[in-house]
């Protein structure tokens, strides 16, 4: 079965410091891999869209990496700010018709003073 | 550019009412889809329009209808709300289907409760 698994569920850091959110993915035939930012109330954002060729990817204060053969990526978050406060969501897409983005329950990161 | 905007923002209905989310962009995108988010489970693809005229069903397409107006807006339809309709509602879109490698633009949702 199709999933994708991101842990931890939620984490509460200090601003300034980093964080590291993990996803686990069984989807196959792997396309590519993206993780979005969503806000409280409002629609999930892009950060990075990654294919199977792509091993990293930066997007600002934000770097995601994919391990394709152990099918694992991580989004890093550097000097966290009070704005980085969200839910975070790791997408993967087969090569199904383009339609089967299958995603994950997301990571609730909470940023404090 | 707007990007993709829906209406309404919040809706509360009584089970068996009727409504129509309306969901709009203007990113000249092809393809445009409708998913659920309900909590603690990740968002769920209710049915997606590949192209302007076609409209095809998702994962949980059940007590729902669609219809691709225009290649500028995908209104949502729920012809008999039921209290498991309760959800918040996107609506995304992108430039097109084929690829894979498509960005998806998501709304701001439509927050849904069904008494």
């Known amino acids: 079965k199709n999933q994708v698994e991101q842990s931890p569920q939620s984490l509460i850091i200090l601003e300034g410091k980093n964080c590291t959110l993990q996803?686990?993915?069984?989807?196959?035939?792997?396309?590519?891999l993206r993780w979005y930012k969503q806000d409280t109330g409002r629609g999930p954002v892009s950060l990075t869209i990654?294919?199977?060729?792509?091993n990293t990817k930066s997007n600002g204060r934000y770097t995601a990496t994919l391990d394709a053969d152990t099918k694992q990526s991580s989004l890093h978050i550097t000097a966290s700010q009070l704005s980085d406060s969200a839910s975070y969501i790791c997408?993967?897409?087969?090569?199904?018709?383009?339609?089967?983005?299958?995603f994950g329950k997301g990571t609730t990161l909470s940023v404090s003073s | 550019n707007a990007g993709v905007t829906q209406t309404p923002k919040f809706q509360v209905l009584k089970t068996g009412q009727s409504m129509t989310l309306q969901c709009a962009q203007d990113m000249n995108h092809n393809s445009m889809y409708w998913y659920r988010q309900d909590p603690g489970m990740g968002l769920r693809l209710i049915y997606y329009?590949?192209?302007?005229?076609?409209?095809d069903k998702g994962e949980v397409p059940n007590g729902y209808n669609v219809s691709r107006l225009n290649k500028r807006e995908f209104s949502l339809r729920l012809e008999s709300a039921a209290p498991s309709q309760t959800s918040v509602y996107f609506c995304?879109?992108?430039?097109?289907?084929?690829?894979?490698?498509?960005?998806?633009?998501f709304g701001p949702g439509t927050r849904l409760t069904v008494l």
């Open positions: 329009s590949a192209s302007e005229g076609t409209t």
């Open positions: 990654m294919t199977f060729s792509e």
């Open positions: 997408v993967v897409s087969g090569w199904q018709a383009g339609t089967a983005l299958i």
């Open positions: 995304a879109s992108s430039e097109s289907i084929a690829g894979g490698v498509n960005e998806q633009f």
């Open positions: 996803c686990n993915y069984t989807v196959s035939p792997f396309s590519n």
